[in-house]
């Protein structure tokens, strides 16, 4: 069975700073990952996704990944936050047969201070 | 740009009493599936449904709860009988089905459920 492990429940930098949000994964074959942004109130959002063998993902507001198969992680950065980047951010892992369910990590909620 | 909405967005009930959380999928989506978030907690997968049936549930998703596609655009979950542990945000997603490819699954902006 897949599983994910999100380190650090919360995560606060100054704005301007590196924005570093791990994510192990676990899983016995070779998976697809995602990381999704929840916004207060809001639903989730696709920030980015792993799904073939380019290693570094770039996603949407200047978040990318890479994905460490030697490490089984998939951290997330961005060289320079923004304020509007304060959410809860999940990664999340699913096997690539066939139609499976998404399985999350227990969130990092990153915040940023003036 | 297409998008998955679900109904209502807050739905206040009394415990033991039923509710029916609507969802209305992408229209060409086939693949369709629950979440829920319990408050601080992560998101945790329900049931996933195509062609009518359930292809897979988790643990939570007992005898309280069922789908239902009760027409072709809506995709319902109901809970029989409300506990104050079922308070929580639901989300729907929806999925294209092909037999290729990755196929996101796109989230509806949730319904939040407190039971009182």
């Known amino acids: 069975a897949q599983s994910v492990t999100q380190l650090g429940s919360h995560v606060s930098v100054s704005e301007g700073a590196l924005v570093l949000l791990r994510c192990n994964y676990s899983s016995s074959v070779p998976p697809y990952l995602f990381w999704y942004v929840q916004y207060p109130n809001q639903g989730l959002q696709l920030l980015l996704k792993?799904?073939?063998?380019?290693?570094l993902v770039k996603g949407i507001n200047g978040f990318e990944a890479e994905f460490k198969k030697s490490e089984t992680s998939f951290h997330l950065t961005k060289p320079s936050a923004h304020m509007s980047d304060a959410a809860e951010y999940f990664c999340a892992v699913r096997l690539r047969t066939g139609f499976q369910k998404l399985v999350f990590g227990t969130g990092t909620r990153l915040l940023v201070s003036p | 740009e297409p998008e998955v909405t679900q109904t209502p967005s807050h739905q206040v009930t009394q415990m033991g009493q039923e509710v029916i959380l609507r969802c209305v999928p992408i229209s060409n989506h086939l693949y369709f599936y629950w979440y829920r978030q319990i408050l601080g907690q992560k998101v945790e997968f329900l049931v996933s449904f195509y062609n009518n049936e359930i292809s897979e549930k988790s643990e939570i998703f007992d005898d309280q709860f069922s789908v239902e596609r009760p027409d072709g655009s809506n995709f319902t979950l109901k809970i029989r009988s409300t506990k104050l542990e079922d308070s929580a945000m639901y989300f729907c997603a929806s999925s294209e089905g092909l037999s290729s490819g990755y196929n996101e699954q796109f989230f509806g902006p949730g319904t939040r459920l407190t039971v009182l």
């Open positions: 792993y799904t073939s063998a380019a290693t």
